[in-house]
């Protein structure tokens, strides 16, 4: 009994290895049906309630949107009779999703756009936001969360992220649906989040070995075109959820990605180095400037005391070593190396860019 259960074991084991490849990424995680996309909406409001954080007077468009909604409300006031320091005009912004229903809660976000100091403790006013057809499809309304703060008076403050900048969780309502007919409009296209001819085709492979219905054909390096069978609706979604959890390997090309201000370096495990020797040494040059002063002898005739300036110069150079890197190796093989010499990431910035001139780096170097 005990040697079949151990049997079973591993069976199962080999089945899951078989099933997800190493590096292996669901479909729906590196790819995405045409069409079935957010739409950004924007929309400019007031927030309202402000600790005297708002914007000042000569901020004039906030004083008028407030003028305008006050009249809209009944109430007749002049922009000049106004003082508007506890409220401040902001851009409204969201990302309406896909199939998105009439009532649909959605998370908003807020941008000061006058000379606001901070949003904390405000209330959004009621704010339609809109698509690019100029019609509304979402109305925001609510209190904001600030991620920050700013606290000071007339010589020093203290401020914490960007508290002109905040968010309403599920202070969007949908209230028109976007048009939408999944399936119905002939073949379906699949885009790569990553172009690429090695990916594209696999995940054609994929889909046909486990989907042979849908007949995908890869076009491009970013598109694979999907021929629908005629199936029913609810056919269709059951097919559409079985393909986007396949697993597809995805190829990537060896790149080396350096960002110069932090010195961050990141490397892909496609990364190849050909037989190279580095060198890694410092030279330190020390110069300071003195002056000392010369004073004649007592009783010396036409003695005068004057100032003599002092340079002092030292110069040091730390030892280094050359390490020599075998050809065919992998980027945990050149890091090693580098840490031999006590290289910093900066240093192995300098480095990969000289290898990348030797022709020794087998690999984009991007510098961003």
């Known amino acids: 009994m005990k040697q079949r259960i151990t049997t079973i074991l591993v069976l199962a084991a080999a089945l899951l290895l078989a099933a997800a490849p190493a590096g292996a990424i669901r479909l729906k995680d590196m790819a995405s049906l045409r069409g079935v996309r957010p739409n950004q909406l924007i929309g400019y409001g007031l927030v309202v309630g402000l600790n005297g954080t708002g914007d000042k007077a000569a901020t004039t468009f906030t004083v008028q949107a407030l003028s305008n909604m006050l009249n809209r409300m009944g109430v007749r006031v002049t922009p000049s009779q106004m003082a508007v320091k506890n409220v401040a005009a902001v851009m409204v912004t969201c990302n309406l999703p896909p199939f998105a229903r009439a009532g649909t809660r959605i998370d908003v976000t807020l941008s000061s756009i006058g000379d606001a100091t901070s949003l904390g403790g405000g209330t959004l ?3 339609p936001l809109r698509g690019l ?8 309304q609510g209190p904001i969360s600030v991620g920050g703060f700013l606290i000071g008076g007339e010589a020093a403050e203290v401020r914490k992220n960007h508290p002109t900048v905040g968010r309403i969780p599920r202070g969007g309502i949908v209230e028109r649906e976007i048009p939408h007919v999944f399936g119905r409009g002939g073949p ?11 990916t594209a085709m696999r995940v054609a492979q994929v889909i046909n070995r486990a989907l042979p219905q849908l007949k995908a054909q890869a ?5 694979v075109r999907l021929r629908l069978p005629p199936v029913s609706p609810n056919q269709l979604i059951r097919l559409v959820s079985r393909m986007e959890n396949l697993e597809v390997k995805v190829d990537q090309p060896a790149r080396v990605v350096v960002e110069e201000r932090t010195g961050t370096v990141v490397m892909g495990q496609n990364v190849r180095i050909s037989t190279v020797a580095v060198a890694s040494g410092a030279l ?5 400037e003195s002056a000392e002063v010369s004073q004649a002898l007592p009783l010396a005739p036409g003695g005068q005391t004057v100032v003599v300036p002092q340079t002092e110069v030292r110069v040091g150079e730390s030892k280094s070593k050359l390490a020599v890197v075998r050809g065919g190796v992998t980027i945990a093989s050149l890091v090693k190396a580098l840490n031999a010499l006590g290289a910093t990431p900066r240093d192995l910035i300098t480095i990969l860019q000289a290898i990348k001139a030797a022709g020794a780096l ?4 991007e510098i961003i």
């Not at 379906?188 to 090695?198: C, E, G, K, S, V």
């Open 362 to 365: 087998q690999a984009q170097l």
């Open 133 to 140: 057809d100029g019609k509304v499809y979402v109305v925001a």
């Open 125 to 127: 006013m009621l704010t």
């Open 284 to 288: 330190s040059i020390s110069i300071q």
């Open 219 to 223: 076009l491009d390096p970013s598109t």
């Open 188 to 198: 379906m296209t699949l885009n790569l989040d990553t172009p690429d001819f090695t």
